[in-house]
């Protein structure tokens, strides 16, 4: 398997703070069966930056310990970049870091909106050809009110990763049904663990996954799975599955919120 979500990286923001729980991490990630993990570290988020240069070349260091250690993982780079103005520029001064070195980047929204000019940012980054993942649309307060909004940052060319701690009830009741519910109306794309810590926050992704499986069936596990993948290797994502809600239910479920 392979997690495209990930803050791995010892002592760079509020993830693994040592290279131990660096090394706990990644043999626990092997243990669930993940192969390759993407270290995304915050970026712009107002408490970290971890620039382009110095994510690589931590995770150039990291790679070669995992491999004293005979831990068969790898940690591709990427970045947790939230949405800010500079972010265009940031961009061209090549402070950022796509994920894998692929098209795709994995983009944070603040938790309580949707930024005004996310319009344009979308559009700005379609003619870059950047392909932006949304991480975890479930805990953004605005997305879980108004689903549609979601549904109309996809149409613009955007991409949505949804957190397995999320859909396995980690973050409440609420959360867990807004993670289903997006799940279930084709707005995710990704699964992925956003993995902090072994113990506080782990993987899960196996579990989710299995999960997935059960309640929508394997088309989608498959979907999922297949995507992570797509991203390690550039490619576009698969077509969806059928939808486990009708076309019927699904139009109601999105119009349920009106537009204002
Ligand atoms: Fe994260």
Redesign the pocket.
């Known amino acids: 398997m392979i997690d495209i ?3 791995i990286l010892p002592g760079v923001d509020d ?1 693994a703070q040592c290279w131990e729980d660096t090394l706990d991490l990644a043999r626990a990630a092997v243990l669930e069966g993940i192969t390759t993990m993407i270290a ?1 570290p ?1 970026h712009a988020n107002g408490a970290y930056i971890n620039r382009a240069d110095e994510v690589v070349e931590h995770a150039r260091h990291i790679n070669e310990r995992l491999v004293t250690e005979g831990v068969p993982l790898t940690i591709a780079t990427g970045q ?1 970049i939230r949405v800010h103005d500079d972010l265009l520029d940031a961009w061209s001064r090549k402070e950022l870091l796509s994920l894998a070195d692929s098209h795709y980047v ?1 983009i ?1 929204l603040p938790s309580s909106r949707i930024p005004k000019d996310m319009d344009e940012l979308l559009h700005e980054l379609n003619i870059m050809r950047v392909k932006p993942i949304i ?2 649309p479930e805990r953004n307060a605005e997305i879980v009110k108004h689903p549609e909004r979601l549904a109309e940052l996809i149409e613009r060319g955007a991409w949505a990763q949804v ?1 397995t701690h999320s859909l396995l009830g980690g973050f409440g009741r609420r959360i867990e049904k807004a993670a289903w519910s997006l799940c279930r109306s084709g707005l995710i794309h990704i699964v992925s663990s ?1 993995a ?1 810590h072994v113990e506080r926050r782990g993987f899960r992704l196996r579990q989710a996954y299995d999960v997935i499986r059960e309640r929508m069936g394997e088309p989608w596990e498959n979907y999922f799975l297949n995507n992570a993948q797509c991203v390690i290797e550039d490619k576009p994502f698969s077509s969806k599955p059928e939808s486990t809600y009708s076309e019927g239910v699904l139009r109601r479920f999105l119009s349920y919120f009106p537009h204002n």
């Open positions: 979500h990930t803050h993830g995304t915050h947790e994995l944070e991480a975890h957190t956003d902090h």
